[in-house]
């Protein structure tokens, strides 16, 4: 790897397979898949996780902290993962598709993810 990457680690991940902690029980609606380095922990405990970032993705981290004034790296890492799977969800899983409004000129922009 040419750039050296920059370590964040994480605080904790909710291990509870297919829902989070403060997601209501009716969202909990199939069963997730794990990587393979992640084991499930016995009754619901938290994860302790590390990853790698380059310096830009460190510092746009760190930008979305300040800009959605949340208390760490880790409330931003466990928002970002609730968005992409209710974004996987949607789109993936239900076939739907993703559209921005501007709101001055009410067009619509179809959003390519996958």
Request: glycine share 4%; charged share 35%.
């Amino acid at each position: 790897m040419s750039e050296i990457a920059s370590e964040a680690t994480v605080d904790t991940v909710d291990a509870k397979v297919g829902k989070f902690a403060d997601a209501p029980e009716s969202e909990a609606k199939r069963p997730r898949t794990r990587s393979k380095g992640l084991r499930r922990k016995p009754n619901g405990e938290k994860y302790k996780i590390q990853i790698q970032l380059g310096d830009r993705a460190k510092d746009r981290l760190f930008a979305l902290v300040e800009e959605t004034e949340v208390e760490s790296a880790a409330q931003v890492v466990r928002d970002a993962v609730r968005v992409y799977d209710i974004l996987v969800e949607e789109i993936v899983s239900n076939n739907n598709e993703l559209f921005l409004r501007d709101k001055q000129t009410g067009q619509e922009v179809r959003l390519k993810l996958f």
